[in-house]
């Protein structure tokens, strides 16, 4: 399995920006689509964006659609995720997860590989 630790969180009040970062050791890291996920306090974790292989396509989920936008860099073994315009809402703990899937997988079951989560708190 591949490693991943995330980076990047923190407080920010809303409208703000962050981004998180995921660094992957162990596997070959083009080898693996990646994932964000994010988990509320008593909610499921629940599907924020995915991004193939190659970097060539990506997919949100429609309560972060034209706000996040992630991105990889392979020679970097390197997944970002540039959260803007934040609100209180995306508070929450955020995973990033390897799939070795090929399609855009936005379930948690299709992922084998998963971070420890990183903090980001929107003020309001």
């Known amino acids: 399995q591949v490693q991943l630790v995330e980076s990047g969180g923190g407080l920010v009040q809303a409208g703000g920006s962050l981004r998180l970062s995921c660094a992957a050791s162990?596997?070959?890291?083009?080898?693996?689509?990646m994932g964000w996920f994010r988990q509320a306090p008593g909610k499921e974790r629940e599907f924020v964006s995915v991004i193939t292989r190659n970097g060539g396509t990506t997919y949100y989920a429609d309560s972060v659609k034209g706000r996040f936008t992630i991105s990889r860099d392979n020679t970097k073994n390197t997944v970002y995720l540039q959260m803007n315009s934040l609100k209180p809402e995306d508070t929450a703990v955020y995973y990033c997860?390897?799939?070795?899937?090929?399609?855009?997988?936005?379930?948690?079951?299709?992922?084998?590989?998963w971070g420890q989560g990183t903090q980001v708190t929107v003020s309001s």
């Open positions: 162990g596997r070959t890291f083009s080898n693996y689509g």
């Open positions: 997860a390897a799939t070795t899937g090929i399609l855009l997988h936005t379930s948690v079951s299709s992922y084998s590989s």
